[in-house]
């Protein structure tokens, strides 16, 4: 079956140290995002991708990393620097052919720092 | 600047009942309108779509939409709720932003609650 797939479900960091999120996705889709959703608060746009080593900030991106080396492939690394990444983190992809698509989301991933 | 708006965040109803969960949004462009559902720690699930065409919306789960360009309004109708409809429900406007892509822009979600 197509879709997007983010592990881990859960994930425990302690404050000061890095850490990795994954997202895959098996849509053929050109187009990757994370958001981060708090609750009260909506999704809120972290990072994207629109190509192969190629992304751009959001609205939040301060305090994360991305890369896009494989077309599948949308890590987002949550660096120390982040203030408060207590978080649900979700990955989306579209594909691009026109602006009108919707977008296809993972099933999550909840970060909380201890 | 482009926003959503969900006026609700808490919708509690009675089950069988009929719900409005009212939605709008600003856009200086053309739009592309979305209801997505979220249940308890999982992603969002497309729930239904305007692009063009017929003001009113099909759904998934018996739920419908209608595009009010005048009042800027897309809000989501179920004549009779489930139990398991509750959820959360995000409203998203589909924006331009470069290259042929598009930007999901979502409202701060309406948390219906159905109650037996």
């Known amino acids: 079956d197509g879709g997007i797939t983010q592990s881990p479900k859960y994930l425990f960091r302690k404050e000061g140290q890095n850490v990795t999120l994954s997202c895959e996705q098996n849509l053929n889709h050109d187009a990757m995002y994370w958001y981060r959703q708090d609750p009260g608060q909506g999704l809120r746009l972290i990072y994207y991708?629109?190509?192969?080593?190629?992304?751009q900030k959001g609205d939040i991106a301060e305090g994360y990393s991305v890369s896009r080396e494989k077309k599948e492939s949308f890590p987002l690394t949550v660096t120390s620097a982040q203030k408060n990444p207590t978080a649900f983190y979700l990955c989306a992809s579209s594909p691009r052919d026109s602006m009108n698509t919707e977008a296809f989301f993972g099933q999550g991933t909840r970060l909380t720092v201890v | 600047a482009q926003s959503v708006t969900q006026l609700d965040s808490q919708v509690p109803v009675f089950e069988e009942a009929p719900v409005e969960l009212r939605c709008n949004y600003s856009?200086?462009?053309?739009?592309?309108l979305f209801w997505y559902v979220q249940y308890p720690n999982q992603g969002l699930q497309l729930l239904l779509k305007y692009l063009s065409g017929s003001t009113l919306v099909k759904g998934i789960n018996g739920f419908e939409a209608e595009f009010n360009k005048s009042q800027t309004s897309f809000h989501l109708r179920k004549p009779s709720v489930h139990i398991s409809d509750t959820a959360e429900y995000f409203c998203?406007?589909?924006?331009?932003?470069?290259?042929?892509?598009?930007?999901?822009?979502f409202g701060a979600g309406t948390r219906l609650a159905v109650h037996p």
């Open positions: 856009s200086s462009v053309s739009v592309y």
């Open positions: 991708s629109q190509i192969v080593n190629d992304f």
């Open positions: 998203a406007v589909s924006v331009p932003f470069s290259g042929g892509y598009n930007k999901l822009i």
